[in-house]
């Protein structure tokens, strides 16, 4: 499977962007889908997933609120909605597959999409 995050772009402090994550060839539906990011400069850190029947996800706190993570099975999308942007959520976005467990441990996600890039001006 490959997966690609697509939706980034530049938005004003305040604003909202939803960010996709499709997937071809292969297995997605029964895999739970975690979204990372990496701000410039810095390390990349977890934000959130969402288990494989979208009954469930987890955020960490800094998220929490503000990003919402969905998907659509059908379509083999996942969706991670950015709500009330900050500057400090200038930052590359993945999305990535789990390889079998809900976790924030990023060494249990087997596959990684190319990121997309979500820029914040204050």
């Known amino acids: 499977v490959q997966l690609q995050a697509s939706g980034g772009g530049l938005v004003q402090a305040g604003g909202s962007l939803r960010l996709s994550c499709v997937a071809s060839?292969?297995?997605?539906?029964?895999?739970?889908v975690g979204w990372f990011r990496q701000p410039p400069g810095k390390e990349r850190e977890f934000l959130g997933v969402?288990?494989?029947?979208?009954?469930?996800?987890y955020y960490v706190d800094s998220v929490k609120g503000r990003f919402t993570i969905s998907r659509d099975n059908a379509k083999a999308m996942v969706y991670l909605q950015l709500n009330d942007l900050k500057s400090e959520d200038t930052a590359v976005y993945y999305c990535?597959?789990?390889?079998?467990?809900?976790?924030?441990?990023?060494?249990?996600?087997?596959?990684w999409g190319q990121g997309t890039l979500v820029t914040v001006s204050s």
């Open positions: 969402i288990n494989w029947s979208g009954d469930s996800t």
């Open positions: 060839r292969g297995t997605f539906r029964t895999y739970a």
């Open positions: 990535a597959r789990a390889g079998g467990v809900v976790t924030s441990d990023p060494t249990a996600y087997d596959v």
